[in-house]
């Protein structure tokens, strides 16, 4: 009895339902939403970038949901300032113990602003990923590519629907 209270608190607590199947009376349990953060107020892009954009300027780095997947990161390459990034293009990569990935940016525009804490400290992408842990500042050049994106319940859903294809 102990043993299925704990079982069923754990559950809870990570937001886990259990059914009955009833050809085999063993509980079969799925995952009802995505473990990772997804704030408000930001825009998010399917390759896992962020997006905060306040005025003319716009803040880029990658979800709590691709750092938790990358694993510890242990190196970020970043671009230059004021060099250009353009919209699914390549603008740097992320070194994780597991493998390096390149970051997409969700925006075209000029970089006007680099993470450099992050050449010291690339663990912030993990244990920070949408405060300390960003990546660029961009002065947009086509503010209704912002548009295209996902606000928080369609990138939750979304990684839901990758999660249970994987």
């Known amino acids: 009895m102990a043993l299925r209270m704990w079982a069923s608190s754990t559950a809870n607590a990570l937001k886990l339902s259990s059914t009955v199947s009833k050809s085999h009376l063993s509980p079969a349990f799925s995952i009802s939403r995505c ?5 408000e107020g930001l825009k998010y892009a399917n390759s896992h970038e962020w997006v905060k954009h306040e005025g003319s300027v716009a803040t880029v780095g990658i979800t709590d949901h691709a750092q938790g997947h990358l694993g510890e990161v242990v190196f970020a390459e970043l671009p230059e300032l004021n060099s250009s990034v353009s919209k699914e293009k390549n603008f740097g990569a992320v070194e994780s113990v597991k493998a390096t990935s390149e970051i997409l940016s969700p925006i075209s525009g000029e970089v006007i602003e680099v993470n450099t804490k992050l050449t ?9 990923p949408y405060e300390e842990g960003w990546m660029i500042k961009v002065k947009p050049s086509n503010p209704a590519e912002l548009e295209t994106l996902m606000g928080p319940k369609e990138y939750t859903k979304f990684c839901e629907d990758e999660d249970a294809a994987h």
Request: charged share 5%; hydrophobic share 35%; glycine share 8%.
């Open 35 to 39: 473990f990772s953060s997804v704030l």
């Open 120 to 128: 010291e400290s690339p663990g912030l992408i993990n244990t920070s």
